[in-house]
């Protein structure tokens, strides 16, 4: 195990890198004020959490339905991906009420999921061939792809993007 965690360090610091006006690292790509890496190697809920961290950014956080949206385009369809909820707009509490075809969307309630293996966790998946969007409860010890998410910001004074870490 301490072994599995050594190796994760290294890659993710051989991933930090100077921004030097670029907007996302190398791998990353950037939507919105956000810069994304999907992970495509399964991790449990509690590992992908983790990992995240390590690349000084954290496992992807749903806060809108206009976020939810955008995350649904980051990747093909018949992945899962875990996520992490934290929607308390009233707009948000009846998603599955719209025409955009999201449904089964549990809401958190102004909180954000915690990782302990006894809770349930939230993946993202879709099917392109049914254009079908779905979030759903999953087991937290199982073993997902997951995406991470890390902040960028403008330098107002030049106009370029600087690497934020929180």
């Known amino acids: ?8 360090f290294l890659v993710a610091l ?25 992970m495509n190697h399964k991790s449990t809920f509690s590992t992908a959490q983790k990992i995240c961290k390590l690349y000084n ?8 339905f206009e976020e939810m949206k955008n995350a649904f385009e980051m990747f093909s369809d018949s992945q899962f991906f875990w996520v992490t909820l ?30 302990n293996e006894s809770e349930k ?4 998946t879709k099917s392109n061939a049914e254009d079908e969007r779905h979030v759903l409860q ?3 010890s199982l073993r997902y792809n997951y995406i991470c998410q890390s902040n960028v910001e403008i330098d107002s004074n030049n106009s370029t993007f600087k690497c934020r870490d929180d």
């Open 1 to 8: 195990m301490c072994k599995q965690w050594f190796l994760f």
């Open 14 to 38: 051989a991933a930090v890198v100077i921004c030097n006006g670029l907007p996302c690292r190398i791998k990353w790509h950037l939507h919105g004020q956000n810069c994304y890496r999907i």
């Open 57 to 64: 950014s954290k496992l992807l956080v749903l806060r809108s």
């Open 86 to 115: 934290n929607m308390t707009e009233e707009k948000d509490m009846d998603i599955q009420n719209t025409h955009d075809l999201l449904y089964a969307i549990p809401v958190i309630n102004g909180r954000q999921m915690r990782s």
């Open 121 to 124: 966790c939230f993946v993202i």
């Open 138 to 140: 999953k087991s937290c």
